[in-house]
């Protein structure tokens, strides 16, 4: 036991060092640059599809946000970035109520998709949810069949009431999910057998066959290979076209090669937002200059 | 070589030599087990198997319409008070001439069962033309007769017989005037207090009238509860309360649910004793924390990637349960149904207390006629002083078995066939 000990300490004390080192850069930097009281960019648009204002998240008494206030355009592709934790995914998962599920979890703020409260009581969130729709980072297809997958919201909301209609919404939606032409001859195969970008592609058409107006994408990228996640991200561009998409994502070259506009998010806070190509290259904050160079992260 | 690998070298003996004391262990349990099953089921078919077949004795009967008092076959009345008994006397007395003593009439009389008297009863109703012929008939032989014929000489010594009766029976055999067949009346019979009469069809009817009863309350409730409890109660102080208490009522021992349905459902609500419905609704009682429990294990093991998946299409909390989550925990709330149900077609104790141990010779016809279950059955047969019952009882412990086996089959077939993978 204690050679072993011995023989491991060497190794151990580089990582130690190599960790501590960059624990305390980060700790510098944060001293260096204290929170703007403001988020620094331009956050807000004119005519904005989601308005929201001085957003804070509690879980109990831990706030994970931290008032967050900014603007979604139409038929625009926002990018949240930022290092693990700081709080993005909890502030994707107000846009549609997901954190409902949460019984800890409490949200406040002035949250406004178009001119509806997001937070009014008298709000049915089964309606928001239809309206916002979502895309999770792993692939979660039902275990039905494609077909089921798909014609599962349109059926839960009545939007088709002919077996026809319900056809032709299905196959319009794998077709903007580009998976049509893969799965046309098995639409009642089970979606579980498909590959992991497929079942990405499928969940997409899934939450599309709603024809909700604002999509959220929580990570829709980071359980796949590139191959699939240049599918998607080709997706998420044509996508654009129709409707307005708010995506998660770790990997900065993706939010750069498919938003218009990039927020990064720090400890709770919004530090920064601006358009993709102000934010990778010329940061307007000290903090997101960091994190996109890798200093931190 | 470096100091490290000597030093990992002298552990690995060590290390091998614990890995394998450790599968020793295991192979020593399995073993065990394994072991304590041969046992049951050779001393339980060692012992039960005989009760499978039974023995017939070859008499020719006259079917003699002053000594049975029948004038007319198709009066059911002279039909049912009919003296067969003594056309069957008559029978043996012509078989066996030269037994003159009353004691020895006797004893040659108790060859045959009492059950044959009915079985000529119900061949005359059948075919009246029959009255007053006379037929080569295999009639049932007694009980210690039965036991005589299967024994082997050494056991021949500790027969019930007398000599006479088993130079008799000898006789019989030697001329081939016994044979050997099967035991229809095991499957065909309640219970009788002549052990080659009786059967376990009354029990069989009973146990399933009750199953029936305890599956239509106890899965619905059962299922309901944990749906509630894991999809839709909120998580405060009362639900943990909830929750403690339907452990506990796992552990509370199952004669008092028998009191408790004693108690309540026949003294309060006033349900007849002995019948199935209270057996059902008792073990209902009994039943319920497995469903239960087993159920919210299943739910829980639903994905929280499906939840979520349907809940951001848009879909209410009931339709997520209905739609994704019951599908998908079905089968294991099946296995613990059935796994629950088997614990309770074994459940004997808070049968005994609401008087499912009562002798009930009918056959039930439904969850309202009194009846026995399987386990009370063979309780009651290994309680009984007749020899024969013995074998009758494992005969039931085998019935009993092939039940509970097969419904725990069914519970891994089940899973197999309705297990989704995602």
Same mark, same amino acid.
């Given at each position: 036991?204690?050679?072993?000990?011995?023989?491991?300490?060497?190794?151990?004390?580089?990582?130690?060092?190599?960790?501590?080192?960059?624990?305390?850069?980060?700790?510098?930097?944060?001293?260096?640059?204290?929170?703007?009281? %403001?988020?620094?960019?331009? =956050?807000?648009? /004119?005519?904005?599809?989601? &308005?929201? @204002?001085?957003?804070? !998240? +509690?879980?109990?008494?831990?706030?994970?946000?931290?008032?967050?206030?900014?603007?979604?355009?139409?038929?625009?592709?926002?990018?949240?970035?930022?290092?693990?934790?700081?709080?993005?995914?909890?502030?994707?998962?107000?846009?549609?109520?997901?954190?409902?599920?949460?019984?800890?979890?409490?949200?406040?703020?002035?949250?406004?998709?178009?001119? %509806?409260?997001?937070?009014? =009581?008298?709000? /049915?969130?089964?309606?928001? &949810?239809? @309206?916002?729709?979502? !895309? +999770?980072?792993?692939?979660?297809?039902?275990?039905?069949?494609?077909?089921?997958?798909?014609?599962?919201?349109?059926?839960?909301?009545?939007?088709?009431?002919?077996?026809?209609?319900?056809?032709?919404?299905?196959?319009?939606?794998?077709?903007?999910?580009?998976?049509?032409?893969?799965?046309?001859?098995?639409?009642?195969?089970?979606?579980?057998?498909?590959?992991?970008?497929?079942?990405?592609?499928?969940?997409?058409?899934?939450?599309?066959?709603?024809?909700?107006?604002?999509?959220?994408?929580?990570?829709?990228?980071?359980?796949?290979?590139?191959?699939?996640?240049?599918?998607?991200?080709?997706?998420?561009?044509?996508?654009?076209?129709?409707?307005?998409?708010?995506?998660?994502?770790?990997?900065?070259?993706?939010?750069?090669?498919?938003?218009?506009?990039?927020?990064?998010?720090?400890?709770?806070?919004?530090?920064?937002?601006?358009?993709?190509?102000?934010?990778?290259?010329?940061?307007?904050?000290?903090?997101?200059?960091?994190?996109?160079?890798?200093?931190?992260? | 070589?470096?100091?490290?690998?000597?030093?990992?070298?002298?552990?690995?003996?060590?290390?091998?030599?614990?890995?394998?004391?450790?599968?020793?262990?295991?192979?020593?349990?399995?073993?065990?087990?394994?072991?304590?099953?041969?046992?049951?089921?050779?001393?339980?078919?060692?012992?039960?198997?005989?009760?499978?077949?039974?023995?017939?004795?070859?008499?020719?009967?006259?079917?003699?319409?002053?000594?049975?008092?029948?004038?007319?076959?198709?009066?059911?009345?002279?039909?049912?008070?009919?003296?067969?008994?003594?056309?069957?006397?008559?029978?043996?007395?012509?078989?066996?001439?030269?037994?003159?003593?009353?004691?020895?009439?006797?004893?040659?009389?108790?060859?045959?069962?009492?059950?044959?008297?009915?079985?000529?009863?119900?061949?005359?109703?059948?075919?009246?033309?029959?009255?007053?012929?006379?037929?080569?008939?295999?009639?049932?032989?007694?009980?210690?007769?039965?036991?005589?014929?299967?024994?082997?000489?050494?056991?021949?010594?500790?027969?019930?017989?007398?000599?006479?009766?088993?130079?008799?029976?000898?006789?019989?055999?030697?001329?081939?005037?016994?044979?050997?067949?099967?035991?229809?009346?095991?499957?065909?019979?309640?219970?009788?207090?002549?052990?080659?009469?009786?059967?376990?069809?009354?029990?069989?009817?009973?146990?399933?009238?009750?199953?029936?009863?305890?599956?239509?309350?106890?899965?619905?409730?059962?299922?309901?509860?944990?749906?509630?409890?894991?999809?839709?109660?909120?998580?405060?102080?009362?639900?943990?309360?909830?929750?403690?208490?339907?452990?506990?009522?796992?552990?509370?021992?199952?004669?008092?649910?028998?009191?408790?349905?004693?108690?309540?459902?026949?003294?309060?609500?006033?349900?007849?004793?002995?019948?199935?419905?209270?057996?059902?609704?008792?073990?209902?009682?009994?039943?319920?924390?497995?469903?239960?429990?087993?159920?919210?294990?299943?739910?829980?093991?639903?994905?929280?990637?499906?939840?979520?998946?349907?809940?951001?299409?848009?879909?209410?909390?009931?339709?997520?349960?209905?739609?994704?989550?019951?599908?998908?925990?079905?089968?294991?709330?099946?296995?613990?149904?059935?796994?629950?149900?088997?614990?309770?077609?074994?459940?004997?104790?808070?049968?005994?207390?609401?008087?499912?141990?009562?002798?009930?010779?009918?056959?039930?016809?439904?969850?309202?006629?009194?009846?026995?279950?399987?386990?009370?059955?063979?309780?009651?047969?290994?309680?009984?002083?007749?020899?024969?019952?013995?074998?009758?009882?494992?005969?039931?412990?085998?019935?009993?078995?092939?039940?509970?086996?097969?419904?725990?089959?069914?519970?891994?077939?089940?899973?197999?066939?309705?297990?989704?993978?995602?």
């Amino acid at each position: 036991m204690e050679t072993a000990q011995q023989l491991d300490k060497p190794a151990l004390g580089t990582n130690d060092a190599a960790r501590d080192k960059a624990i305390n850069e980060q700790a510098a930097m944060t001293q260096d640059t204290p929170y703007p009281d %403001q988020t620094v960019g331009t =956050p807000f648009v /004119d005519d904005p599809k989601m &308005r929201l @204002r001085d957003v804070e !998240v +509690f879980y109990d008494d831990n706030q994970a946000i931290h008032g967050v206030s900014l603007d979604i355009g139409k038929n625009e592709v926002v990018s949240l970035i930022g290092p693990s934790g700081c709080g993005k995914s909890t502030f994707l998962r107000c846009l549609n109520r997901m954190n409902d599920t949460i019984d800890i979890c409490k949200v406040k703020g002035s949250l406004h998709l178009e001119s %509806q409260d997001l937070y009014d =009581p008298k709000l /049915d969130v089964v309606e928001l &949810r239809a @309206r916002v729709g979502m !895309v +999770f980072q792993k692939p979660n297809p039902f275990p039905k069949s494609i077909y089921d997958n798909v014609a599962y919201g349109p059926r839960i909301h009545g939007l088709a009431n002919k077996k026809y209609d319900l056809d032709e919404i299905v196959e319009t939606s794998l077709r903007k999910a580009g998976l049509w032409e893969e799965v046309k001859d098995r639409l009642h195969a089970p979606g579980t057998g498909l590959s992991g970008g497929q079942q990405q592609r499928l969940c997409i058409a899934r939450t599309i066959a709603v024809s909700p107006e604002v999509v959220l994408m929580d990570e829709p990228c980071s359980a796949l290979d590139p191959i699939a996640t240049a599918k998607i991200e080709e997706l998420i561009s044509e996508l654009s076209e129709s409707y307005t998409i708010a995506i998660v994502t770790h990997s900065m070259q993706q939010a750069a090669r498919v938003s218009h506009r990039t927020a990064y998010f720090h400890l709770g806070r919004l530090v920064e937002m601006n358009d993709t190509e102000t934010v990778f290259t010329k940061p307007e904050h000290d903090l997101t200059e960091a994190y996109i160079t890798g200093r931190f992260g | 070589m470096s100091q490290t690998t000597e030093k990992v070298r002298k552990t690995l003996a060590r290390r091998y030599r614990a890995e394998k004391r450790f599968k020793a262990f295991g192979l020593g349990a399995i073993g065990i087990g394994l072991m304590a099953l041969v046992l049951l089921f050779t001393d339980i078919i060692g012992k039960g198997h005989s009760a499978f077949v039974e023995y017939e004795i070859q008499l020719p009967v006259t079917f003699d319409a002053e000594v049975m008092d029948v004038s007319d076959p198709r009066d059911e009345e002279q039909l049912n008070y009919g003296n067969y008994q003594g056309v069957i006397r008559d029978a043996l007395a012509d078989r066996f001439p030269g037994v003159e003593s009353r004691l020895d009439t006797r004893a040659l009389n108790q060859l045959v069962s009492t059950g044959a008297g009915y079985a000529l009863r119900d061949m005359l109703r059948e075919d009246p033309s029959l009255l007053g012929e006379t037929r080569t008939l295999w009639l049932l032989a007694d009980d210690d007769v039965d036991l005589f014929l299967k024994a082997n000489e050494k056991q021949r010594e500790d027969s019930r017989l007398n000599e006479k009766q088993q130079a008799w029976v000898a006789e019989l055999e030697a001329s081939g005037e016994t044979r050997m067949v099967f035991n229809q009346s095991l499957f065909s019979y309640g219970d009788s207090r002549e052990p080659e009469q009786a059967g376990i069809l009354g029990a069989i009817l009973g146990s399933l009238f009750t199953m029936i009863v305890t599956l239509v309350l106890s899965f619905p409730i059962g299922v309901a509860a944990a749906v509630y409890l894991e999809e839709f109660a909120p998580k405060n102080r009362f639900t943990d309360f909830i929750e403690v208490n339907i452990n506990n009522l796992a552990a509370v021992p199952s004669i008092i649910f028998g009191l408790l349905g004693l108690a309540v459902i026949i003294g309060l609500f006033g349900l007849p004793r002995s019948v199935p419905l209270v057996g059902g609704i008792v073990l209902t009682l009994m039943t319920l924390p497995t469903i239960i429990i087993s159920s919210r294990a299943a739910i829980k093991a639903v994905p929280p990637s499906i939840r979520q998946a349907a809940m951001g299409l848009g879909a209410s909390k009931m339709q997520v349960v209905l739609h994704h989550v019951l599908p998908l925990a079905l089968p294991g709330m099946l296995t613990g149904a059935i796994i629950g149900m088997a614990q309770a077609l074994g459940e004997t104790a808070p049968l005994l207390m609401i008087g499912m141990v009562a002798f009930i010779v009918d056959l039930p016809a439904g969850p309202l006629d009194a009846a026995t279950v399987l386990p009370v059955q063979i309780y009651l047969w290994a309680d009984s002083p007749e020899q024969s019952f013995e074998s009758l009882a494992s005969a039931a412990i085998m019935v009993l078995l092939a039940f509970l086996i097969t419904m725990n089959t069914l519970a891994v077939i089940l899973r197999k066939r309705l297990e989704r993978r995602w």
